[in-house]
């Protein structure tokens, strides 16, 4: 679960859409590929938000990612 949320753009490219999320979130594209679930202090510390904030983030919906093109 990442912090900040990134909608994919309906004909979007996975490439261009993962690139917004790892900018979005202060990560490299590598970082969000390499690591699905990283640790709490990990997060708080890439995204400056504490970690029981960034438990009460939703994550990223299964509908939303159906909309980004491979």
Same mark, same amino acid.
């Given at each position: 679960?990442? #912090?900040?949320? =990134?909608?994919? =753009?309906? &004909?979007?490219?996975? /490439?261009?859409?993962? /690139?917004?999320?790892?900018?979005?979130?202060?990560? /490299? =594209?590598?970082?969000?590929? *390499? %690591?699905?679930?990283? %640790?709490?202090?990990?997060?708080?510390?890439?995204? &400056?938000? +504490? +970690? +029981?904030?960034?438990?009460?983030?939703? &994550?990223? *919906?299964? #509908? %939303?990612?159906?909309?980004?093109?491979?």
């Amino acid at each position: 679960m990442l #912090p900040r949320r =990134v909608s994919p =753009v309906s &004909g979007e490219t996975l /490439t261009s859409y993962l /690139t917004r999320l790892a900018t979005a979130n202060h990560l /490299t =594209v590598s970082e969000i590929l *390499a %690591d699905p679930h990283p %640790d709490p202090p990990a997060r708080a510390a890439r995204s &400056g938000l +504490p +970690p +029981p904030a960034l438990d009460a983030l939703p &994550g990223l *919906a299964d #509908p %939303d990612i159906r909309h980004a093109c491979l």
